[in-house]
């Protein structure tokens, strides 16, 4: 066995708990979560050239175009702190987003060790998402743009899904209930396939 940590990515509609899970299962496993929503949007609020390429498409609900993404996704793979594993959030997010992956990863002669999706009924993270833009105040969780993103996300992301299953790498998890509750279903889902802490 090798020290290093898994190489994990989780999927799931916005409002779907990716990031507060993320965070979980970064400590649990020692590797650093990456979300690109969060380096998109420190990028907006420090002005910096890319995210002021971004921030347009970020207040429409839209993806941000994937050679953006790409770029930046490379650049922090790059970094030190995820040679030895990482957890994804919210990348990929389309299927050229995948291929740039996938070619990223067998450059580094590794590959994805699984795909957690957190399923979550649309009406609930529609309310979920209400609540989190009175309290945080994203300017993309305005209802408007919460429905566009769910849109977005059924056209684009979804089908991904499909792909890692035929790779044999998905598995499925509620992501209704406390957080502790949803991420001990991850971590006994991802133990049955192999990946432990
Ligand atoms: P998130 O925090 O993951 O919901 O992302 C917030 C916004 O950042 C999205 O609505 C997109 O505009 C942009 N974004 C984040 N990740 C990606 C990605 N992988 N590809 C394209 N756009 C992204």
């Given at each position: 066995m090798s020290p290093a940590g898994p190489r994990l990515l989780l999927i799931g509609p916005p409002g779907?708990?990716?990031?507060?899970?993320?965070?979980?299962?970064?400590?649990?496993?020692?590797?650093?979560?990456?979300?690109?929503?969060?380096?998109?949007?420190?990028?907006?609020?420090?002005?910096?050239?890319?995210?002021?390429q971004a921030k347009a498409f970020m207040d429409a609900g839209d993806n941000v175009p994937d050679s953006l993404t790409n770029d930046l996704i490379t650049d922090r793979l790059e970094e030190s702190d995820a040679a030895n594993g990482f957890l994804l959030d919210g990348y990929p997010r389309t299927t050229d987003q995948v291929r740039h992956l996938d070619d990223f990863l067998a450059g580094h002669n590794t590959a994805m060790d699984a795909?957690?999706?957190?399923?979550?009924?649309?009406?609930?993270?529609?309310?979920?998402?209400?609540?989190?833009?009175?309290?945080?105040?994203?300017?993309?969780?305005?209802?408007?743009?919460?429905?566009h993103r769910l849109e977005v996300?059924?056209?684009?992301?979804?089908p991904l899904i499909d792909l890692y299953t035929q790779r044999g790498l998905v598995v499925a998890i509620d992501g209704i209930g406390d957080i502790s509750e949803v991420t001990q279903r991850i971590m006994s889902a991802l133990a049955s396939v192999g990946v432990t802490a």
């Amino acid at each position: 066995m090798s020290p290093a940590g898994p190489r994990l990515l989780l999927i799931g509609p916005p409002g779907a708990g990716k990031g507060t899970q993320a965070q979980q299962l970064s400590q649990a496993f020692g590797v650093p979560a990456i979300s690109t929503g969060d380096i998109f949007r420190h990028n907006v609020a420090e002005q910096t050239p890319l995210g002021l390429q971004a921030k347009a498409f970020m207040d429409a609900g839209d993806n941000v175009p994937d050679s953006l993404t790409n770029d930046l996704i490379t650049d922090r793979l790059e970094e030190s702190d995820a040679a030895n594993g990482f957890l994804l959030d919210g990348y990929p997010r389309t299927t050229d987003q995948v291929r740039h992956l996938d070619d990223f990863l067998a450059g580094h002669n590794t590959a994805m060790d699984a795909v957690v999706q957190l399923v979550a009924d649309p009406d609930v993270v529609v309310s979920r998402l209400r609540k989190r833009a009175t309290e945080q105040g994203r300017s993309d969780d305005d209802e408007s743009v919460v429905r566009h993103r769910l849109e977005v996300y059924q056209d684009q992301t979804a089908p991904l899904i499909d792909l890692y299953t035929q790779r044999g790498l998905v598995v499925a998890i509620d992501g209704i209930g406390d957080i502790s509750e949803v991420t001990q279903r991850i971590m006994s889902a991802l133990a049955s396939v192999g990946v432990t802490a």
